[in-house]
């Protein structure tokens, strides 16, 4: 499995971005799929995840109620619609796909070590 993920670029605070994270490769039957971030000098974090067949959604609080994670189920992509942008939320974002099901989603996935496959990664700079 391939993960291509794209759509980052610069903009300004209050403003919003969409990122798109294709899967290719194979049909891909994973359970979820997920978003992380790495801000400058710091570690990777956890930003959403999305079941890939039920659609059940979780976000880490700080972006609760200004991201939408969704997908595309006949495109094998997955989005994270950005809007009010902060400059913390400048970061290089991944997405990543996870074969394991798991009976705790919430509690599962926002762990990066519960993901196979990871992208390439894309920039987002918010400036204030």
């Known amino acids: 499995v391939q993960l291509q993920a794209s759509g980052g670029g610069l903009v300004q605070a209050g403003g919003s971005l969409r990122l798109a994270c294709a899967a290719s490769g194979q049909t891909f039957s994973g359970y979820a799929m997920g978003w992380f971030r790495q801000p400058p000098g710091k570690e990777r974090e956890f930003v959403a995840t999305?079941?890939?067949?039920?659609?059940?959604?979780y976000y880490a609080d700080s972006v609760k109620g200004r991201f939408t994670i969704s997908r595309d189920n006949a495109k094998n992509t997955v989005y994270l619609q950005m809007n009010s942008l902060k400059p913390d939320d400048t970061a290089v974002y991944y997405c990543?796909?996870?074969?394991?099901?798991?009976?705790?989603?919430?509690?599962?996935?926002?762990?990066?070590?519960?993901?196979?496959?990871w992208g390439q990664g894309t920039q987002v700079t918010v400036s204030s």
């Open positions: 990543a796909a996870s074969l394991r099901y798991s009976a705790s989603p919430s509690y599962y996935y926002p762990k990066d070590q519960s993901y196979d496959y």
């Open positions: 999305i079941r890939w067949r039920s659609g059940f959604t």
